[in-house]
């Protein structure tokens, strides 16, 4: 299997073995969750969303049994009135964080598909129409394409090869893998492509129309992005710079005048430093966050 459930002591294989045991548990529980067989097929999850819920109930039933057991020991050792009343109410709210976190886990998965598909989208599609121009069949640009080191953009025509090649006509393939595609970019470009091989229009003006719009689309992104980063730049100004050494000297003058220690003031200071270090990450992510899908390293 090509994934791991998040905090779990054993590995997926062993895990999906073990769920068809539990499945009269977890099958009621499909109900509840309408979407997650779409979301775990475009997680390219090989498995049902039943078989991945009992996977999860028997990963924290073992986690639940961990923490109940360490944190009753921990517990007890303090004297604690009814330890294991508390450490069963702590671990029942640690397990429950957890399965939030396996729950989100395949739209994770998801979202890195989506970042390395629509980057690699447009650079596929220009080659795609240079071949097209020069009269390649559109089936082998296909296959040139999911050979031509895309990421995942190849991965999904490597898919759409193969089905052909199965006997399955190229536009249901194409169909197929739009539907378990998460990228709007991508559906888009794929049901483009069927629509115009249905009525039978040219398909080398089709790619170029592709080409025009994700370049559009790329250029306004990048103007989104540029809007977005003045704000962010002002925060970063103001949290990272300008408050810190306010703060450093505020605290320079208020150590003059009140009876800290000299434990107390490194105190003050590693804390002031602590805060600087995670407005730095928090920036750095959130500006990694915001930038374009469509952009190419």
């Known amino acids: 299997m090509n994934f791991n459930i998040p905090f779990s002591f054993f590995p997926a294989k062993i895990l999906r073995k073990q769920a068809k045991h539990v499945l009269f548990i977890t099958k009621p529980l499909e109900k509840v969750f309408p979407y997650l067989a779409v979301t ?31 944190l009753n020991l921990v517990i007890s050792s303090t004297d604690a009135v009814n330890p294991f009343l508390k450490s069963f109410i702590a671990s029942l709210f640690l397990v429950i964080f957890i399965s939030f976190q396996q729950f989100a886990y395949p739209k994770i998965i998801i979202n890195r598909r989506v970042m390395n598909l629509e980057k690699n989208l447009l650079p596929a599609m220009q080659n795609a129409l240079v071949q097209l121009k020069s009269g390649v069949p559109l089936f082998n640009v296909l296959a040139q394409l999911s050979l031509g ?26 169909d197929i893998v739009a539907f378990e ?56 100004m103001v949290i990272a710079i300008i408050l810190p050494s306010l703060g450093l000297t505020l605290l320079i003058v208020m150590a003059s005048f009140m009876s800290l220690s000299e434990a107390g003031i490194k105190s003050l200071f590693w804390g002031l430093y602590g805060f600087g270090v995670f407005v730095q990450f928090m920036f750095l992510g959130m500006i990694k966050a915001k930038r374009p899908n469509l952009l190419v390293d």
């Open 40 to 70: 775990l097929k475009q997680a390219r999850f090989h498995i049902s969303s039943a078989e991945y819920l009992s996977m999860c109930f028997l990963s924290n039933t073992f986690l639940f049994a961990f923490f109940l057991i360490f």
């Open 149 to 174: 080191g895309y990421g995942e953009v190849s991965k999904e025509f490597l898919k759409v090869v193969r089905d052909v090649n199965a006997g399955k006509p190229a536009i249901d393939a194409l």
């Open 181 to 236: 595609n998460p990228s709007p970019y991508f559906r888009r470009v794929i049901w483009q492509l069927t629509n115009r091989m249905k009525t039978g229009s040219d398909l080398c003006e089709t790619v170029k129309e592709i080409t025009v719009h994700l370049s559009a689309e790329q250029i306004g992104q990048i103007e989104r992005y540029g809007s977005q980063l003045s704000p962010l730049s002002m925060f970063y």
